[in-house]
C-alpha cells in the first residue's frame, strides 16, 4: 500500500470514529476540507525553506543549497535572440527534488504550530493531515479547520485557492458547517 492510498484508509477510519464520536450533536461537527494552494511552488520563500530544509533534513540539504542557492534562469532562445528570465523565489515544478522541499516547508510549520500549542488538544487526536505536493486534506471538527485556515495555514506560508475549497460534511452538520464557514458561501 503506498502513502497515498495508506491516508485514504485512514481518513475513511477517522469518519468511522468521529461518526460514533459525533452523532448528531452539532458542537461534535467534523469534516474534511480539500485545500490547494495559490501558486505555491512559485511564492515560496526560497531562503526560507532552504533553512528549514537544513534544520528537518539534514542529509539533503547540501544538494538543496546548491540547486537553489542563486536566481535559476530560465534561457528563451528564438529568431530575435536569446533572452533570460530569472527567479529568485519557488522551486522549479518538474524537479525531482521539488516535492521533497515543499514537504521540509509544510513539516516546519505544522511543527511550529504544534509547538505553540501551550496545552495539548484533547480533540488532537481527531485530526489528520493529508499532503500532496500543494494539495492538502485536513479531517477534523470543523472549529479545527476553520482555525487550520486562518492560522496554521497562513503562517506557513500557504495561502489557500479559495475558489477550489471543498468541504466534505455529514448531512447533519451542513448547517453548522455553513455557520463555521459563513465567510465562504460558495463551499
Same mark, same amino acid.
Given at each position: 500500500?503506498?502513502?497515498?492510498?495508506?491516508?485514504?484508509?485512514?481518513?475513511?477510519?477517522?469518519?468511522?470514529?468521529?461518526?460514533?464520536?459525533?452523532?448528531?450533536?452539532?458542537?461534535?461537527?467534523?469534516?474534511?476540507?480539500?485545500?490547494?494552494?495559490?501558486?505555491?511552488?512559485?511564492?515560496?520563500?526560497?531562503?526560507?525553506?532552504?533553512?528549514?530544509?537544513?534544520?528537518?533534513?539534514?542529509?539533503?540539504?547540501?544538494?538543496?543549497?546548491?540547486?537553489?542557492?542563486?536566481?535559476?534562469?530560465?534561457?528563451?532562445?528564438?529568431?530575435?535572440? =536569446?533572452? =533570460?528570465?530569472?527567479?529568485?523565489?519557488?522551486?522549479?515544478?518538474?524537479?525531482?527534488?521539488?516535492?521533497?522541499?515543499?514537504?521540509?516547508?509544510?513539516?516546519?510549520?505544522?511543527?511550529?504550530?504544534?509547538?505553540?500549542?501551550?496545552?495539548?488538544?484533547?480533540?488532537?487526536?481527531?485530526?489528520?493531515?493529508?499532503?500532496?505536493?500543494?494539495?492538502?486534506?485536513?479531517?477534523?471538527?470543523?472549529?479545527?479547520?476553520?482555525?487550520?485556515?486562518?492560522?496554521?495555514?497562513?503562517?506557513?506560508?500557504?495561502?489557500?485557492?479559495?475558489?477550489?475549497?471543498?468541504?466534505?460534511?455529514?448531512?447533519?452538520?451542513?448547517?453548522?458547517?455553513?455557520?463555521?464557514?459563513?465567510?465562504?458561501?460558495?463551499?
Amino acid at each position: 500500500m503506498g502513502g497515498l492510498e495508506g491516508g485514504i484508509y485512514a481518513v475513511r477510519e477517522l469518519w468511522e470514529t468521529l461518526t460514533q464520536e459525533a452523532g448528531d450533536n452539532p458542537k461534535k461537527a467534523f469534516g474534511t476540507l480539500l485545500i490547494d494552494a495559490k501558486n505555491a511552488f512559485n511564492a515560496a520563500n526560497r531562503t526560507a525553506r532552504l533553512w528549514n530544509a537544513r534544520i528537518l533534513w539534514p542529509r539533503a540539504s547540501t544538494f538543496l543549497f546548491h540547486c537553489y542557492r542563486g536566481d535559476a534562469e530560465l534561457f528563451l532562445r528564438g529568431i530575435h535572440g =536569446t533572452t =533570460t528570465i530569472s527567479s529568485r523565489e519557488g522551486w522549479t515544478q518538474g524537479d525531482p527534488m521539488s516535492m521533497a522541499r515543499w514537504s521540509a516547508g509544510v513539516a516546519a510549520g505544522t511543527e511550529k504550530k504544534k509547538q505553540q500549542q501551550q496545552e495539548p488538544d484533547p480533540l488532537q487526536k481527531y485530526w489528520h493531515q493529508l499532503w500532496y505536493a500543494d494539495d492538502a486534506s485536513n479531517t477534523g471538527w470543523l472549529h479545527q479547520l476553520q482555525a487550520w485556515l486562518h492560522e496554521s495555514g497562513p503562517a506557513a506560508g500557504y495561502v489557500v485557492e479559495v475558489d477550489k475549497l471543498i468541504l466534505a460534511v455529514l448531512p447533519q452538520f451542513v448547517q453548522k458547517a455553513k455557520e463555521i464557514f459563513a465567510e465562504f458561501p460558495d463551499l
